[in-house]
C-alpha cells in the first residue's frame, strides 16, 4: 500500500492505461511531469516491464526526469527497494521491472534496447518528428500492452506534435481541435488519451508562482500563451521579443542601481565572413532583467591583433567565457596573460542557450552597442523549407547573442516550470 497525495486533475491519469498513446500538454508548473513520474513508478511496481525515458539531448535528463524520478521513489519511502543507479542511469525494481534514459542525440544507442513496453517523450515539441516515428518502431514487447506518453508545455502550430496530434492545416488533416481541449481538459480520440493542464490544477503551488506567470502577459504574450494559458497558437517571429535600446547613461543609472549585479563577458570568434563579438553585460538577478552595455565587434582580426585591441581585459582580469570549439586560440589568449576560459558547447546547446536568454524579462541593450541592437533587436528564427520555425537557427548569424550564451554559461535563469517539482506531501491510500 502507497499513500500519496495527488492533484485531483491528474487523479484519473495516474491509472488510465486504456490507450497506446498519453499526450499531456500544459502550463508551466501544472505538475503533469510529476504525476507522469508517479504513474511510471506506480505500473512498473505493479508490473514487471522495461520503460524508456528519453529527451532530445541526454545530458539534459539527468537533471530533469531522473532526479524528479528519484525524488518521489525517497518520497514513497520506496529507496531501500527501488534503487536509483547513476551510472549508467537506471531505475531497478524488486520486481525486474526498470526504467532506462536515452538521449535522441545519440540515435546509436536506441538500437541495442529491446522489450520496450512504455516509452515516455518529456519535451516532445524539442524531439524531432523522425526520432518520434523512429522510437514507436522500438516500442515493441511480444506480449504486454504497448504506451507511450508524450508531454510538452506547447509551442507553435508549427510543431510536429501539434501537426500530428491536433491538425495540420497544410495536408488538411484533422484530430481533435484544441480549443475542445482546453475547454474540456481531457479527452479521448481513438487510440490517444489527451490530458490539458495548467499552474492552476496544481494546488501545491505558491500564489506567488502564479503571479509570476500572470507577470509574462506584460512582457512576452507569446510566452504567457504557453506557460499561463497552456495553448498552442502561432509564435511570433522574433527570438527576443523583450529586447529594448535605450540610452547608454540610462542604462549604466539602472546597472548602478542593481542591488548585487551579477558581471559576465562572452566573447565569440570570427575571422572571414563572421566577427569577434565580446559582450559585457550585467544581471539582475532578482529582478530578471538582462543589461548589455559594452560589444567589441570586428572580423579580418588576427588573434594578435585582436589581443592588442582589448587589452584592458588582460590588466583588469576579467573572466571572458569564449566558444570552446576554439580550444587553441583560448590558449593563445590565456598565454598572453588574459583570464579566458571555454563554454559547455554540446549537441543541442544553441536551442538551451536560446532558451535561458529567452527567460529574461527585459533584455536592456545600450544604444553605443550598435552591432548588438542590430543583430537582436529584430531577430527572426530562420523558416524549413515549410515554412515552419527552426527553433535554434535564425535569419542571421548573430554573434552577439553567441557571445551572450558563452558568457551566461555558468549563470541560470530561473525557469519556473522547474521550481514545482517538489511541493507534493502524502496522504490518499492508493493501492
Same mark, same amino acid.
Given at each position: 500500500?502507497?499513500?500519496?497525495?495527488?492533484?485531483?486533475?491528474?487523479?484519473?491519469?495516474?491509472?488510465?492505461?486504456?490507450?497506446?498513446?498519453?499526450?499531456?500538454?500544459?502550463?508551466?508548473?501544472?505538475?503533469?511531469?510529476?504525476?507522469?513520474?508517479?504513474?511510471?513508478? $506506480?505500473?512498473?511496481?505493479?508490473?514487471?516491464?522495461?520503460?524508456?525515458?528519453?529527451?532530445?539531448?541526454?545530458?539534459?535528463?539527468?537533471?530533469?526526469?531522473?532526479?524528479?524520478?528519484?525524488?518521489?521513489?525517497?518520497?514513497?519511502?520506496?529507496?531501500?527497494?527501488? !534503487?536509483?543507479?547513476?551510472?549508467?542511469?537506471?531505475?531497478?525494481?524488486?520486481?525486474?521491472?526498470? +526504467? #532506462?534514459?536515452?538521449?535522441?542525440?545519440?540515435?546509436?544507442?536506441?538500437?541495442?534496447?529491446? %522489450? +520496450?513496453?512504455?516509452?515516455?517523450?518529456?519535451?516532445?515539441?524539442?524531439?524531432?518528428?523522425?526520432?518520434?516515428?523512429?522510437?514507436? &518502431?522500438?516500442?515493441?514487447?511480444?506480449?504486454?500492452?504497448? @504506451?507511450?506518453?508524450?508531454?510538452? %508545455?506547447?509551442?507553435?502550430?508549427?510543431?510536429?506534435?501539434?501537426?500530428?496530434?491536433?491538425?495540420?492545416?497544410?495536408?488538411?488533416?484533422?484530430? $481533435?481541435?484544441?480549443?475542445?481541449?482546453?475547454? !474540456?481538459?481531457?479527452?479521448?480520440?481513438?487510440?490517444?488519451?489527451?490530458?490539458?493542464? *495548467?499552474?492552476?490544477?496544481?494546488?501545491?503551488?505558491?500564489?506567488?508562482?502564479?503571479?509570476?506567470?500572470?507577470?509574462?502577459?506584460?512582457?512576452?504574450?507569446?510566452?504567457?500563451?504557453?506557460?499561463?494559458? &497552456?495553448?498552442?497558437?502561432?509564435? &511570433?517571429?522574433?527570438?527576443?521579443?523583450?529586447?529594448?535600446?535605450?540610452? @547608454?547613461?540610462?542604462?549604466?543609472?539602472?546597472?548602478?542601481? #542593481?542591488?548585487?549585479? +551579477?558581471?559576465?563577458?562572452?566573447?565569440?570568434?570570427?575571422?572571414?565572413?563572421?566577427?569577434?563579438?565580446?559582450?559585457?553585460?550585467?544581471?539582475?538577478?532578482?529582478?530578471?532583467?538582462?543589461?548589455?552595455?559594452?560589444?567589441?565587434?570586428?572580423?579580418?582580426?588576427?588573434?594578435? $591583433? *585582436?589581443?592588442?585591441?582589448?587589452?584592458?581585459?588582460?590588466?583588469?582580469?576579467?573572466?571572458?567565457?569564449?566558444?570552446?570549439?576554439?580550444?587553441?586560440?583560448?590558449?593563445?589568449?590565456?598565454?598572453?596573460?588574459?583570464?579566458?576560459?571555454?563554454?559547455?558547447?554540446?549537441?543541442?546547446?544553441?536551442?538551451?542557450? *536560446?532558451?535561458?536568454?529567452?527567460?529574461?524579462?527585459?533584455?536592456?541593450?545600450?544604444?553605443?552597442?550598435? %552591432?548588438?541592437?542590430?543583430?537582436?533587436?529584430?531577430?527572426?528564427?530562420? $523558416?524549413?523549407? %515549410?515554412?515552419?520555425?527552426?527553433?535554434?537557427?535564425?535569419?542571421?548569424?548573430?554573434?552577439?547573442?553567441?557571445?551572450?550564451?558563452?558568457?551566461?554559461?555558468?549563470?541560470?535563469?530561473?525557469?519556473?516550470?522547474?521550481?514545482?517539482?517538489?511541493?507534493?506531501?502524502?496522504?490518499?491510500?492508493?493501492?
Amino acid at each position: 500500500m502507497i499513500e500519496k497525495e495527488v492533484n485531483p486533475h491528474f487523479d484519473d491519469f495516474l491509472f488510465d492505461w486504456s490507450t497506446k498513446f498519453q499526450f499531456l500538454v500544459g502550463g508551466y508548473g501544472s505538475s503533469k511531469s510529476y504525476h507522469i513520474a508517479l504513474k511510471l513508478i $506506480l505500473k512498473l511496481l505493479e508490473e514487471k516491464r522495461t520503460a524508456l525515458v528519453v529527451r532530445e539531448v541526454y545530458e539534459t535528463i539527468r537533471e530533469s526526469c531522473f532526479t524528479l524520478l528519484e525524488e518521489i521513489v525517497i518520497d514513497l519511502g520506496l529507496e531501500n527497494k527501488v !534503487k536509483c543507479v547513476v551510472s549508467p542511469m537506471q531505475i531497478r525494481f524488486p520486481n525486474g521491472s526498470k +526504467i #532506462i534514459f536515452k538521449g535522441m542525440d545519440k540515435p546509436a544507442k536506441l538500437k541495442s534496447i529491446n %522489450n +520496450i513496453s512504455i516509452i515516455w517523450l518529456e519535451e516532445c515539441s524539442e524531439i524531432k518528428y523522425s526520432g518520434f516515428k523512429e522510437l514507436l &518502431g522500438r516500442l515493441r514487447h511480444p506480449s504486454l500492452k504497448l @504506451h507511450m506518453i508524450l508531454s510538452t %508545455n506547447p509551442v507553435g502550430e508549427d510543431n510536429w506534435t501539434f501537426k500530428h496530434f491536433f491538425k495540420d492545416d497544410r495536408n488538411k488533416r484533422l484530430v $481533435l481541435d484544441d480549443r475542445e481541449l482546453y475547454e !474540456k481538459r481531457t479527452i479521448v480520440v481513438k487510440d490517444t488519451y489527451y490530458h490539458h493542464s *495548467t499552474a492552476d490544477d496544481n494546488l501545491f503551488l505558491p500564489e506567488s508562482y502564479i503571479a509570476q506567470l500572470d507577470e509574462m502577459k506584460e512582457y512576452d504574450p507569446d510566452l504567457y500563451r504557453i506557460a499561463r494559458k &497552456g495553448h498552442f497558437g502561432v509564435n &511570433g517571429v522574433r527570438v527576443l521579443p523583450q529586447f529594448v535600446e535605450m540610452p @547608454h547613461d540610462e542604462v549604466m543609472a539602472a546597472i548602478e542601481n #542593481i542591488r548585487k549585479p +551579477i558581471k559576465r563577458v562572452g566573447m565569440d570568434f570570427g575571422f572571414e565572413s563572421s566577427y569577434n563579438a565580446i559582450i559585457r553585460m550585467v544581471v539582475d538577478h532578482d529582478k530578471k532583467y538582462l543589461y548589455i552595455y559594452w560589444e567589441y565587434y570586428k572580423n579580418q582580426m588576427t588573434d594578435d $591583433l *585582436t589581443a592588442e585591441e582589448i587589452k584592458e581585459f588582460k590588466e583588469t582580469k576579467e573572466l571572458i567565457k569564449a566558444d570552446s570549439a576554439e580550444p587553441k586560440t583560448i590558449k593563445y589568449y590565456r598565454q598572453l596573460g588574459f583570464n579566458m576560459v571555454g563554454a559547455k558547447k554540446y549537441k543541442g546547446s544553441r536551442l538551451q542557450y *536560446t532558451k535561458k536568454v529567452k527567460r529574461f524579462k527585459k533584455i536592456i541593450c545600450s544604444d553605443q552597442c550598435t %552591432n548588438t541592437v542590430y543583430e537582436l533587436k529584430d531577430l527572426t528564427y530562420a $523558416l524549413d523549407k %515549410n515554412g515552419d520555425i527552426i527553433l535554434d537557427e535564425f535569419s542571421i548569424d548573430p554573434h552577439t547573442l553567441s557571445a551572450i550564451w558563452y558568457g551566461l554559461d555558468d549563470y541560470e535563469v530561473a525557469d519556473l516550470k522547474e521550481k514545482s517539482a517538489k511541493r507534493e506531501r502524502p496522504s490518499r491510500e492508493r493501492r
